[in-house]
């Protein structure tokens, strides 16, 4: 299977780039000929989609990009809240701020998505699952968001068998510039933030540091008698900076910060625990050097970055839970080394390649007492290594055909080799202002180092798990571009999953799951000062297991249906912003009684507005919750009811 890949692969490869046909298609305009990209104005650059710079619109992928204009105007302050508004993404959170924040993307679970911040792969690899807990991420210094959905480890390797969501934090350019916000509201909430950014000659940085605390509400949900408030309490250090040597060589540095501290209660229905607390440290580091050869047709790349994850769960005895006490203790280091290549071939077409190497390292250990009798388990220091080699060309032929063809070779140092790829076309019809596009793809996630070397459970002779999946969709671009509509249909099969196993007693390679379904959306911008967005996503996410009794049911905590809409209203001084989510129904599991239930459908509307008194202050505040919807995201955890902030912001330069 994997030679008949390769062989396709490398057929298209040459015929495409040393073709006469080909050259002449992608080759230069004929003298005198207007370049037709120009009279479409959607030169959006995306990075994610292909790891270099590409136009949105040359793009098979989907790609939903969320910009930093996109989150003050609706005046998000977390990054749950942002992606569930993204088509194809639902969001379930554990109680309040800082509690346990998972996404399931096009119907995946959570540890299937490989979240990136400036480029750092930021899964936890001290985790039972390497998944990556988005609850403690601040939005203050982020610049946008590209949220790739579809298998995508071609590029990016494991974690990516059902996408990638890229989060890049802002860049200093220009002239010193200094803003200080606070903020305030319900739940006893406050929230403050001061950056610095500009460039001075040849260096360019950026720094934020943001803190965020609310006494919160019951973690359990208080339908159930629980009462007890649940804190959040986070410090966020954000930090950037370049250096352009020459016009060849630059180097870029990142480092990010934060801790934070958030009260946590017990999964069942009487879950309020006053001593139940989670601690959190983490840093990012990556430092990359970036070298211009050929006159820019050469573009390399060396990076190398380090992630530590390091958190303390504790549970003290108290009058509630006299019996009960438990801590937990996660220590995980991500590095990783990665050259990336960009050669520039004939006309516009591109070749990408590069290599990886990434050691993952974890030491655990967990301890309780209970009602069942005392527990104890600890996972010693454990670490892997992966090496990747990954080759793609990115071609153009007429401005019209776009096509991506990837291979991905990995070799892990347990299990051995994986062979993933990518195949993703889009044509452009520019005279009707319509793009067809369609993607195949296989993804793969390695097992995590609980699962391989946990005392109780792990197994060492674990395989990958493994994905593919294809998508078809078309868009189309209305009113000089101003109106887009897309529809997509996808369909992803996840097999060799990891699970216990009751006979053996070891986690092992048996499961299997497969979603499918189709997303609407329709946006616009600058019509009469509005800009408008709505999505609606269908996802169908089912048990494929042979011999697992939930065969066909339906995966937990995932909706079918779920609708997003937002208006924005802007005029020289003042915004106004109106948010409407609505979720269908989904299943859920009681874990006391060991059997499912159901979460009913819910409506949710927020209001946002600022006012820019003057060039330097401007005044903000949103309503969350308008209606106060009960409503619930995970079974027996609380939601937030009708509440109300206020902020301002100063700005100077």
């Not at 990665?338 to 030491?363: P, R, T």
């Not at 596009?437 to 674990?462: E, W």
């Not at 042979?546 to 209203?569: H, Q, T």
């Not at 309503?623 to 509440?643: Q, R």
Request: hydrophobic share 35%; glycine share 8%.
């Amino acid at each position: 299977m994997h030679n008949s890949i390769v062989s396709c692969f490398l057929t298209l490869l040459l015929y495409f780039v040393f073709s006469p046909q080909a050259l002449n298609a992608t080759g230069m305009k004929e003298s005198g000929k207007p370049d037709s990209l120009k009279t479409y104005k959607l030169n959006e650059v995306v990075i994610t989609a292909n790891r270099t710079a590409t136009p949105i619109v040359e793009t098979a992928s989907s790609i939903t990009v969320i910009s930093e204009d996109d989150i003050k105007r609706a005046d998000k302050v977390s990054l749950p809240d942002v992606l569930n508004n993204v088509a194809g993404l639902s969001v379930a959170r554990q109680g309040g701020p800082g509690g346990l924040a998972s996404v399931f993307m096009r119907g995946s679970n959570s540890e299937q998505t490989l979240f990136l911040i400036d480029g750092v792969a930021v899964n936890d690899p001290s985790s039972i699952n390497n998944a990556y807990d988005m609850s403690n991420f601040p939005l203050d210094n982020i610049e946008r968001v590209e949220v790739l959905r579809g298998p995508q480890s071609t590029l990016y390797g494991s974690e990516a068998m059902a996408g990638v969501i890229s989060i890049f934090t802002k860049k200093g350019s220009g002239k010193p510039k200094y803003s200080f916000s606070l903020e305030g509201g319900s739940y006893e909430t406050y929230k403050a933030n001061a950056s610095l950014n500009g460039g001075i000659s040849f260096i360019d940085y950026s720094l934020s540091y943001s803190r965020f605390d609310t006494k919160g509400f019951s973690a359990a949900d208080e339908k159930f008698g629980n009462t007890e408030k649940d804190r959040n309490l986070n410090n966020s250090f954000f930090s950037r900076a370049g250096m352009k040597i020459t016009d060849y060589l630059s180097l870029d540095f990142m480092f990010n910060y934060t801790k934070a501290k958030t009260g946590l209660d017990q999964n069942e229905k009487k879950g309020d625990d006053p001593n139940f607390t989670y601690n959190l440290e983490e840093s990012i580091f990556r430092g990359a050097g970036n070298l211009l050869l050929f006159e820019g047709a050469w573009k390399q790349m060396l990076a190398a970055s380090v992630m530590r994850h390091i958190s303390h769960a504790v549970d003290l005895s108290d009058s509630l839970r006299p019996n009960t006490f438990s801590t937990a203790f996660f220590n995980g280091t991500r590095i990783k080394l990665d050259w990336q290549n960009e050669v520039k071939l004939y006309g516009k077409n591109k070749l990408v390649f590069g290599a990886e190497s990434q050691f993952e390292k974890a030491a655990t250990e967990y301890n309780s007492m209970s009602i069942w009798g005392p527990y104890y388990s600890a996972l010693n220091s454990k670490m892997t290594n992966t090496t990747g080699l990954y080759l793609e060309p990115q071609l153009n032929v007429k401005d019209a055909l776009f096509m991506s063809l990837g291979i991905r070779y990995d070799y892990h140092e347990k299990f051995g080799s994986v062979v993933t790829y990518r195949i993703a076309p889009a044509y452009l019809f520019r005279q009707t202002g319509t793009k067809l596009k369609a993607t195949f793809a296989t993804g793969f996630k390695l097992p995590s180092l609980y699962y391989l070397y946990d005392p109780v459970y792990g197994n060492p002779d674990l395989n990958p798990e493994k994905s593919r999946g294809y998508e078809l969709g078309a868009e189309q671009y209305l009113l000089g571009n101003k109106l887009t509509a897309g529809v997509t249909f996808f369909k992803n099969t996840f097999y060799d999953l990891m699970a216990y196993d009751s006979k053996s007693l070891k986690t092992i390679n048996m499961e299997k799951a497969e979603s499918k379904g189709f997303e609407l959306s329709l946006s616009a911008w600058s019509i009469y000062n509005f800009d408008l967005s709505l999505n609606y996503s269908y996802t169908d996410s089912r048990n494929k297991s042979p011999e697992n009794k939930e065969k066909d049911l339906l995966l937990i905590r995932r909706p079918k249906n779920k609708f997003s809409f937002n208006a924005g209203y802007s005029l020289e001084a003042a915004s106004l912003n109106l948010e409407i989510l609505s979720v269908g129904g989904r299943e859920d599991q009681d874990f006391e009684l060991y059997q499912r239930v159901f979460l009913k459908s819910y409506t949710l509307v927020n209001l946002a507005a600022s006012y820019q008194v003057s060039a330097q202050l401007k005044l903000y505040g949103r309503v969350d919750n308008v209606f106060d919807t009960k409503y619930e995201e995970v079974f027996t955890y609380g939601t937030p009811g009708l509440s109300a902030y206020l902020g301002l912001k100063l700005n100077f330069e």
